[in-house]
C-alpha cells in the first residue's frame, strides 16, 4: 500500500500560527504544498510566518486578530477565505500560560487564559465553520496534557484545555453530518517553544523533564506537525472526536515530577 500525504490544491488556515509549535503545523502543511494562511496578534509574527510560507513555495496569506475578539476573526476568515477559497484544515492553537498557584493569580489572570484557550477555541471554531469544505474539513484543536493530568500551578491551563478536548468532542458530534471531521492533537513538552520556555526555563528544569519522559528526550515541533498532517490527510478519514497525545509517552505515567517543578517555578519572581 502506498501511503501518500499530499497537499497540492489544499488550503489550510492556522489560528496563532505565527510561532513555536503552530507555526511548525503552518510550515509543516506549506511544504506538503498547501496554500496557508495564519492569524496571530502581532503583526511582526504575521508577516514573518507568511514570507517563510511563501519561500516554501507556498501562497501565504496572514492578518492580526485576537482570539478574544469574535469580530476580528470573523474579519480575517473571510479575508482568508477571498485570498484563498474555502479551506480543508482549520487549526486552532492560540493559547496562554505561565506558571502561578491559584492564590498567586487574580480573577482576571484566571479569565484571561481562559479566554485565550478555551473561549478562543469556541471562537475560532465557529467563526471559521461557515468557509470550511463541506464534505471533507478537517478541524485541529492543539490541547495539552493538562487537560487529563492535574498540575499545580496550572489551573487556569487545566481548567480551559479540558475544555477545548470537549468542545472537540462536541463538535465532532454536530458537524459530523457536513462530513468535517474534528480532533485534538496534546503535544508534550516540545523544545524550543515558548511553553517550555515557560515551564522550564532552566537546564536544570528541562534535564528533569526529559527524565520524565518515557522516550526520555523532549518532543520537536516537527512531531507535532506530522500529526496534524496525518490527521488532515485522507488517511485518517474515519477519525473524528480524538484526542491524541504526540508526548514521548508522557502523560501515560501523569508527567512525572512537572507539577512539583511548576510548583517551585510559580514562587519565582516574575
Ligand atoms: C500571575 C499573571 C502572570 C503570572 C500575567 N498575569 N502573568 N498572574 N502570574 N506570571 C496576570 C496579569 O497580572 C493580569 O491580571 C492577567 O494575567 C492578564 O495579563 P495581561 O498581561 O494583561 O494579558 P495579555 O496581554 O492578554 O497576555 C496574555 C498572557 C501572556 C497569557 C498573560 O503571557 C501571553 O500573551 N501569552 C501568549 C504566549 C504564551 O503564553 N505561550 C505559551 C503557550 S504554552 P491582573 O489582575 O493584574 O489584571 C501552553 C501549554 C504548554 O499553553 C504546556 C507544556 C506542557
Ligand atoms: P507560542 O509560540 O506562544 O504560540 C502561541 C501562538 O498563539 C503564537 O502564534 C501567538 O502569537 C498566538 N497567540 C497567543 N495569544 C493569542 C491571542 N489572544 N489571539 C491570537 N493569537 C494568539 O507557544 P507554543 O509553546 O508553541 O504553544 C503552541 C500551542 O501548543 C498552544 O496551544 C499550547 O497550549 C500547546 N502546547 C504547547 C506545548 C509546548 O511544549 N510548548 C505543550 C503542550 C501544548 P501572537 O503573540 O502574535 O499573538
Not at 501518500?4 to 489544499?10: C, M, R, S, W
Not at 489572570?109 to 464534505?135: H, M
Not at 503535544?187 to 536544570?204: N, V
Request: proline share 4%; charged share 15%; glycine share 12%.
Amino acid at each position: 500500500m502506498a501511503l501518500e500525504i499530499d497537499f497540492q490544491g489544499k488550503n489550510v488556515v492556522v489560528v496563532g500560527g505565527t510561532s513555536g509549535i503552530n507555526q511548525g503545523i503552518a510550515l509543516g502543511f506549506a511544504e506538503l504544498g498547501a496554500s496557508v494562511a495564519v492569524a496571530s496578534r502581532r503583526p511582526e509574527k504575521v508577516e514573518a510566518t507568511v514570507a517563510l510560507i511563501e519561500a516554501s513555495g507556498a501562497r501565504g496569506f496572514g492578518a492580526c486578530a485576537d482570539v478574544r475578539d469574535f469580530d476580528a476573526l470573523s474579519r480575517f476568515f473571510e479575508q482568508a477565505h477571498e485570498a484563498l477559497g474555502d479551506f480543508d484544515v482549520l487549526v486552532s492553537g492560540a493559547a496562554g500560560n505561565f506558571p502561578a498557584m491559584v492564590n498567586g493569580m487574580s480573577s482576571n489572570a484566571f479569565k484571561t487564559v481562559v479566554d485565550i484557550d478555551l473561549n478562543g477555541t469556541f471562537n475560532v471554531t465557529r467563526a471559521g465553520y461557515p468557509y470550511l469544505k463541506k464534505p471533507g474539513a478537517s478541524v485541529i484543536n492543539i490541547s495539552a496534557p493538562q487537560a487529563f493530568v492535574p498540575m499545580q500551578a496550572q489551573a487556569h491551563v487545566c481548567a480551559a484545555k479540558a475544555g477545548v478536548d470537549m468542545m472537540t468532542r462536541c463538535l465532532a458530534m454536530e458537524w459530523g453530518g457536513d462530513g468535517i471531521r474534528v480532533n485534538s492533537i496534546v503535544p508534550g513538552p516540545i523544545q524550543g517553544t515558548e511553553g517550555m520556555d515557560r515551564l522550564a526555563p532552566t537546564d536544570k528544569h528541562r534535564a528533569q523533564v526529559c527524565q520524565s519522559v518515557p522516550l526520555q528526550r523532549m518532543g520537536e515541533k516537527q512531531d507535532v506537525a506530522h500529526c496534524a498532517a496525518f490527521l488532515a490527510s485522507g488517511l485518517a478519514s474515519y477519525i473524528s472526536g480524538i484526542v491524541i497525545p504526540v508526548d514521548g509517552g508522557w502523560s501515560t505515567a501523569g508527567v512525572g515530577g512537572m507539577s512539583g517543578t511548576l510548583a517551585a517555578i510559580a514562587q519565582m519572581p516574575r
